[in-house]
Nanobody, 115 residues
């Protein structure tokens, strides 16, 4: 069974840092583009950052220079280092794996940034 399990969310003050982790089961990980999405209350889910199987990265303009996505294929894991957090970053963060047109989602982890 293919699963994605996120961890690392929590409550942090503005200007602080958090590191999200996503552990994948199954043998699809190395061939997948991995991404982090977020959804704030009343808003649509949006892409935060993605990383291809080859290591190319893409970031939303709102997080460029503050967030860093990385992956460890040996551990079937993807990470999101979030620095200089802002209250506007408050949302549920979801891990995503995309492989041959199939999307797999984690259950989400809450990130709350207080001002």
């Amino acid at each position: 069974q293919v699963r994605l399990v996120e961890s690392g969310g929590g409550l942090v003050q503005a200007g602080g840092s958090l590191r999200l982790s996503c552990a994948a089961s199954g043998n699809f990980f190395r061939r997948s583009t991995m991404g982090w999405y977020r959804q704030a209350p009343g808003k649509q889910r949006e892409l935060v950052a993605s990383i291809t199987s080859g290591g190319s990265t893409n970031y939303a303009d709102s997080v460029k220079g503050r967030f860093t996505i990385s992956r460890d294929n040996a551990k079937n894991s993807v990470y999101l280092q979030m620095d200089s957090l802002e209250p506007e970053d408050t949302a549920v963060y979801y891990c995503n794996a995309r492989y041959i047109g199939i999307d797999i989602w984690g259950q989400g982890t809450q990130v709350t940034v207080s001002s």
